[in-house]
């Protein structure tokens, strides 16, 4: 009987007329939108100010995308500077070639950077941008399986991932193998789901919260990694991603158990972003309002919602005066 495999796509890339539309590509950008919205929300939540995420992202991912291509580059020297090589595909970051360590390091270097911009706590941002990052790494890896790329051991379970593949020979094969990147994209969502109940359920603050997806991030990388069969270094049997991985997750857990034993809690809101309330109130004057005349009734000026600053007292207070009235003129 034939089983029904995961195919993989004939092609990786669709032309608009002459402009190619690159599916690793999209997957990438999908992730940044996909992070920076909920990464806004979070922050929002906190106290924050809603376009502090964006402007620090500005920052952080081009750093990010850098930082991961040198890292894939540097590893995997070989696949451009070897005999027989073209260096300049180095610069082909479509094909693939993103390293999530060095993404991830050289993107805290353009985040940190954009966070002194806003005057904004690093690990505050850290914390509420975390479940979006590991979000954007699950749609990033369906961009491996566009290219056919950073797939498993060959197996023959029923969602084994179908390769084609041209033999040296010339020879063209099919072959099926575990689906890596569909293992690391579900183990991602896991993590997203993990950080955002642990952060709610804990409050977590000063870091903790972006130390938990790492941890969890790089407890299932280690496995992922370790079925992987693409060409990799090898140090005393194990390949040098599971080694990265194991030295991250020690690091992680080791700034989460210590921080949380200093600084238990969550930053005070209203020390998060000093431009939040700024953004408050010039979006409160566009609208034509006065700095406090939410739907909640803020009170800055003398703590009195706007329709008693008026001389209306609230509908609310309205009727309780009303009934105080009626009882001094008809007592019981």
Request: aromatic content about 12%.
């Amino acid at each position: 009987m034939d089983i029904a495999y995961i195919p993989s796509p004939s092609r990786g890339v669709l032309y608009l007329g002459p402009i190619p539309l690159r599916a690793y590509a999209f997957c990438i950008i999908l992730g940044v939108v996909v992070a920076v919205w909920l990464g806004s929300k979070r922050w929002v939540a906190r106290g924050g100010g809603r376009h502090t995420v964006g402007d620090i992202a500005v920052w952080a991912v081009p750093f990010g995308l850098v930082g991961g291509r040198l890292y894939h580059v540097i590893t995997d020297h070989q696949l451009y500077f070897a005999e027989g090589k073209n260096p300049w595909n180095a610069f082909k970051i479509w094909e693939g070639g993103l390293g999530i360590w060095g993404a991830i390091a050289l993107g805290a270097v353009g985040a940190w950077i954009g966070a002194r911009r806003r005057g904004v706590p690093l690990p505050a941002y850290a914390d509420a941008i975390a479940p979006g990052i590991v979000l954007a790494q699950a749609l990033g890896r369906w961009g491996n399986w566009f290219n056919q790329e950073l797939y498993g051991r060959e197996t023959t379970l029923p969602w084994g991932l179908e390769i084609t593949r041209t033999l040296p020979d010339g020879e063209v094969v099919t072959t099926i193998h575990h689906p890596t990147f569909l293992y690391e994209s579900l183990w991602c969502v896991g993590v997203a789901v993990l950080v955002i109940w642990a952060d709610k359920r804990f409050t977590l603050g000063h870091g903790r919260a972006f130390a938990l997806y790492v941890a969890g991030y790089t407890a299932g990388r280690f496995w992922t990694e370790w079925l992987r069969v693409d060409e990799a270094h090898h140090i005393l049997g194990l390949r040098l991603n599971d080694w990265v991985a194991i030295v991250v997750f020690v690091a992680a857990v080791a700034y989460f158990v210590i921080v949380g034993r200093k600084r238990p809690g969550r930053e005070d809101p209203a020390s998060i972003d000093p431009m939040a309330r700024a953004e408050a109130e010039a979006e409160a004057g566009a609208a034509g309002e006065e700095p406090g005349d939410g739907p909640k009734g803020d009170l800055p000026k003398g703590g009195l919602p706007k329709a008693e600053r008026d001389g209306k007292p609230a509908d609310g207070l309205a009727e309780k005066l009303d009934k105080l009235e009626k009882g001094a003129k008809h007592p019981a």
